[in-house]
């Protein structure tokens, strides 16, 4: 993970988002100071990678609120949900960003019910 980072990191914005790196094809992109990087296989559409990129972003702003790393390190869960919504199979399982926000709103208020009795149940009072 050091080494991709690195890898990533050492590029300038005139390079391109598409980096061959140890039998992987890693597709990244930055916004602001967040990088999303994904790792794919040779004969996977690096433009359709970009576009999921692109839209865990704008679920992740629309959620969050303009996501920054603190989002999602308190976060993770809803990042995580929010990625598992997006992705089955490693495809992208809905275009529409308001089906997937309502899904991703239910999903998480569940989640968060849970999260709540379970922490009732192991109160000891």
Do not use: W
Request: glycine residues 4%.
């Amino acid at each position: 993970m050091n080494d991709t980072m690195a890898q990533i990191l050492k590029r300038t914005n005139a390079m391109s988002n598409i980096l061959d790196f140890r039998g992987s094809r890693l597709i990244y992109k930055r916004y602001a100071s967040l990088y999303f990087c994904a790792s794919i296989e040779e004969n996977d559409n690096e433009l359709i990678t970009l576009e999921l990129i692109q839209r865990y972003v704008q679920l992740l702003d629309a959620y969050f609120g303009n996501v920054c790393e603190l989002d999602i390190i308190y976060g993770i869960v809803e990042a995580y949900i929010i990625l598992d919504e997006l992705l089955i199979a490693g495809e992208m399982a809905e275009p529409n960003l308001r089906g997937l926000l309502k899904s991703i709103t239910k999903v998480s208020a569940s989640c968060l019910k849970l999260s709540i009795h379970s922490i009732i149940l192991n109160t000891h009072f």
